[in-house]
């Protein structure tokens, strides 16, 4: 966006407070925050901006909202560990501490609550669907939910707990399936292999698919549902 003068124009912050770090392994960070009383809510589906603030100067990145929307304004966002400087703010970060963020934003599609819904996730392109779960199971779809989530390890599940919680609470209309590249617990957290090879077993004309993932991921996904003849209309992504 462009001011009067022709300069961009920074995109107003608003603030956070920062009530949860949680390490997942050595890829992933929960945040979870709180927002103030004069932010915008959010949407299932919807993303934001972070701005990052350490010695060398402020930073953004973008990331998807991982939870519904709640009365308490908190909201969870999953942080890959892709980016040393990240780390170094993650690891100076303290609860109370606050964080900037921008009104969020995107329309990823919302399936209709007595719609049949298989949402396809791998590795952090879960948050988004994990918000659209929550929000669906909520608002009281009365049609089954599948999400079919892969991860490299099943030791790095980012939102596993909340998800089987998810599925013990709603058992009739949400089923959590993961997967993993490697095995390295010695509990049945996830099933070895991909979801997209699971994928076929889950395919009719009646439900909607949502994609979330790694552009490779993503591109498997969707060639399986092609070659399974799935109406276009019915496949909807969320790229990142």
């Given at each position: 966006m462009l001011s009067k003068d022709g300069l961009l124009?920074?995109?107003?912050?608003?603030l956070a407070t920062i009530e949860g770090l949680l390490a997942i392994g050595s890829r992933y960070v929960i945040l979870t925050v709180r927002a103030s009383a004069s932010a915008p809510p959010h949407r299932a589906g919807q993303f934001t901006q972070l701005e990052f603030e350490?010695?060398?100067?402020?930073?953004?990145?973008?990331?998807?909202?991982?939870?519904?929307?709640?009365?308490?304004?908190?909201?969870?966002?999953?942080?890959l560990l892709d980016d040393p400087r990240l780390k170094q703010?993650?690891?100076?970060?303290?609860?109370?501490?606050?964080?900037?963020?921008?009104?969020p934003s995107g329309r990823f599609f919302i399936p209709p609550l007595d719609q049949p819904t298989v949402?396809?996730?791998?590795?952090?392109?879960?948050t988004p669907l994990r918000a659209m779960l929550e929000d669906r199971l909520s608002?009281?779809?009365s049609a089954p939910c599948d999400l079919l989530f892969g991860c490299q390890s099943d030791l790095e599940i980012p939102f596993y707990a909340e998800l089987l919680a998810l599925e013990a609470r709603f058992p009739s209309r949400a089923k959590i399936h993961f997967f993993a590249d490697e095995l390295k617990?010695?509990?049945?957290?996830?099933r070895l292999g991909r979801p997209i090879d699971e994928l076929p077993k889950f395919l009719g004309p009646e439900k909607v698919y949502l994609l979330c993932g790694p552009?490779?991921?993503?591109?498997a996904a969707q060639k399986v549902l092609q070659d399974a003849g799935i109406d276009p209309s019915r496949i909807h992504q969320d790229r990142f």
């Open positions: 124009k920074t995109e107003e912050l608003h350490d010695s060398l100067g402020r930073f953004r990145k973008f990331y998807s909202i991982a939870s519904a929307p709640r009365v308490d304004r908190r909201f969870d966002l999953c942080l703010w993650i690891f100076e970060q303290r609860l109370g501490d606050t964080v900037g963020f921008t009104t949402l396809v996730a791998g590795g952090s392109g879960v608002a009281a779809a617990s010695d509990r049945e957290r996830a552009p490779a991921f993503m591109n």
